[in-house]
């Protein structure tokens, strides 16, 4: 599963540069929060303010952007020290420093609403693949747990223009990843980040 992720990205940027070539581009990064749910909150209940995210997106028709997501979302947590919770079939007691980083690299689509100039509102999909690492620190022993899962991840946003070439923008999104190592990983985030425009790539 990890070498047949890892091929599917360049693979990917093959397919869209020979697709999109006159197209315009969309290069984007952004800062966010996210509420953890599902099994991701039963593992660690606290909100996350360590999330960024990278978007390289082409127009293939007007209005219609396609591309890569990447993303590195980072969650914390403490438990108290009578707690005991099972990892790898191992009851284990004490106070715990719980983490989980989760990075997503999606295929997206996103279908933009409104006219050049004025806000756009937009909603998207990204479908791909995430790696969950789960660590899990108490007194000198360290337990961690690296595992590909499913992903998909639909959006909603709007775009604020700044300039011609340069726009602010805001999104709400919902990460979902399925079930592996009997957990899944889902968390809602929102993203404010800063896109450019450029024309070829």
Do not use: C
Not at 27 to 40: E, F, K, L, R
């Amino acid at each position: 599963m990890k070498t047949r992720a890892f091929l599917a990205i360049p693979l990917a940027l093959l397919l869209l540069s020979n697709g999109a070539q006159a197209q315009d581009w969309y290069w984007g990064i952004s800062y966010g929060m996210a509420v953890p749910t599902s099994d991701t909150k039963d593992f660690i209940s606290n909100t996350s303010w360590r999330n960024w995210t990278m978007d390289v997106l082409a127009e293939v028709r007007p209005n219609t952007a396609v591309g890569l997501t990447f993303g590195w979302n980072v969650f914390n947590d403490v438990t108290a020290a009578s707690d005991v919770t099972m990892l790898e079939n191992v009851d284990i007691s004490g106070t715990q420093y719980r983490y989980i980083n989760s990075l997503p690299m999606l295929l997206t689509v996103r279908q933009m609403m409104g006219s050049e100039g004025g806000a756009r509102p937009f909603v998207g999909l990204g479908v791909g693949t995430q790696l969950v690492k789960t660590t899990v620190d108490v007194g000198q022993w360290r337990i961690t747990d690296d595992t590909w899962h499913f992903a998909v991840a639909p959006e909603i946003g709007v775009v604020l223009p700044v300039r011609s070439d340069a726009k602010w923008f805001i999104s709400a999104k919902y990460n979902y990843a399925a079930k592996a190592s009997d957990r899944t990983q889902s968390y809602f985030g929102l993203n404010i980040g800063v896109a450019w425009q450029t024309s070829g790539f």
